[in-house]
């Protein structure tokens, strides 16, 4: 049975409690948790697509697909209306930008209850989630098949060349509004960063940036993502391919997912159940069963490899592809770094207490650098960590009121 990163990267948070071998807690978990294929009905929120989710709960929605410079084709999500909305004029857009191995749907799995994009629409904004290329709602392309090794040869740095000017292009052609507002998520929130980086045509078409714990540097870590992707790298890489029979650095992995059941197996010490204690301690088990139907996403080996790299440098770059390949692709030996300095529009950086994945000396290091912070803040709550953004159960709450008094402050 073929596996995806994402249950390396779930296990991993065991490894920082022992000295074992990230591959041998792997195995270990592996033989107490049945992998099998997805099957048509994940329950409910997977039979369901974007229109129909939000529809359930009174939201009208619209899907939009945009094609890229390099014949990517994408599928924008737009939540038009809310019921608890009493205004006929929407806000200025905001773009939802997801995060490494995650999808637009990932900002409605808990449900209005606990979600930004739910909040923002009721609060009047006309609110926007893309999907970058690769995941299963854009994986088509003018000339290619999501088969081929080709497809596959991308990293976070295309998303930010040619994914994230096409989306903001589309927002800004179908609202008729002259700027929009970004908020991302991790590699969602670096993808910008890298963007507006290299791009000052498209940072005058922003209003604000609000960065949740956006993975930029990570030289920093002491966590179990710096062993993940650096210490036991190649034994990782290695179990990788034998398991995913990938052949090449820019092939992507099959669309196979984690059996969908957690719902059912919380209470049997399954990798489930450590699934929920340590990073979903507030989600409940419906919403896993959702999550598990959504994710995770395809994972670019050429992706993995930009990660590895990332962990041991302190620089936020480009993928380093070896000297020779490099030139060809840069025209220099090594990576271009992404100058944030470079950076005018308006960053909002919001962390939480537990540094799962981005430490807070990584987050000071990007504040440092940036031109135009705004606000640099913490989400009081001790158990908030990297992906509490999205699957918090207290959203509403405490994340969407510091959001919305950004926005309010500094949205165009």
């Excluded at 065991?14 to 807690?25: A, D, G, I, N």
């Amino acid at each position: 049975m073929e596996i995806k990163l994402l249950v390396a990267v779930l296990i991993a948070a065991h490894v920082e409690m022992c000295e074992c071998s990230l591959v041998k807690v792997v195995e270990s978990y592996m033989k107490r948790f049945t992998f099998d294929e997805l099957e048509s009905a994940v329950g409910e929120c997977d039979s369901l697509d974007f229109t129909q989710r939000t529809g359930k709960y009174g939201y009208a929605s619209e899907e939009h697909t945009v094609t890229t410079q390099d014949g990517y084709i994408l599928k924008l999500f737009r939540i038009v209306s809310s019921e608890k909305c009493d205004s006929d004029k929407r806000n200025v857009p905001v773009l939802l930008l997801h995060g490494f191995m995650n999808n637009g749907m990932t900002w409605l799995a808990v449900g209005p209850q606990s979600s930004v994009a739910y909040a923002l629409s009721d609060a009047c904004y006309d609110v926007w989630l893309c999907n970058f290329r690769g995941t299963r709602f854009s994986r088509e392309h003018a000339s290619m098949e999501p088969t081929s090794e080709d497809y596959w040869d991308f990293t976070m740095d295309e998303e930010a060349k040619y994914d994230l000017p096409a989306f903001i292009d589309k927002v800004l052609e179908t609202s008729g509004s002259e700027k929009v507002n970004i908020i991302g998520t991790s590699q969602g929130a670096a993808s910008y960063l890298a963007m507006a980086s290299t791009n000052d045509k498209y940072q005058d078409k922003v209003g604000v940036g609000i960065m949740l714990e956006p993975a930029a540097y990570l030289y920093a870590n002491r966590n179990m993502m710096k062993k993940l992707f650096v210490e036991d790298y190649q034994e990782l890489y290695n179990m990788l391919l034998g398991m995913s029979k990938v052949t090449s650095d820019n092939d992507g992995f099959p669309d196979n997912v984690l059996a969908p059941r957690c719902s059912e197996q919380l209470e049997h010490g399954t990798l489930c159940a450590f699934i929920y204690q340590y990073l979903f301690k507030s989600a409940p088990p419906d919403v896993l069963n959702c999550l598990f139907g959504d994710l995770p996403e395809p994972l670019t080996l050429l992706s993995l490899k930009r990660y590895a790299q990332h962990f041991q440098k302190r620089t936020f770059q480009m993928v380093d592809l070896g000297p020779t390949k490099n030139q060809q692709k840069y025209g220099s030996a090594s990576p271009p770094e992404y100058d944030v300095t470079k950076i005018t529009t308006p960053i909002s950086i919001v962390y939480g207490s537990l540094h799962l994945t981005v430490s807070k000396d990584n987050l000071f290091s990007l504040k440092k650098r940036l031109k135009n912070v705004v606000s640099f803040q913490k989400v009081e709550d001790p158990t908030w960590n990297h992906l509490s953004f999205l699957f918090a159960l207290n959203i509403n709450d405490i994340l969407v009121p510091m959001i919305e008094d950004t926005l309010t402050k500094y949205s165009d």
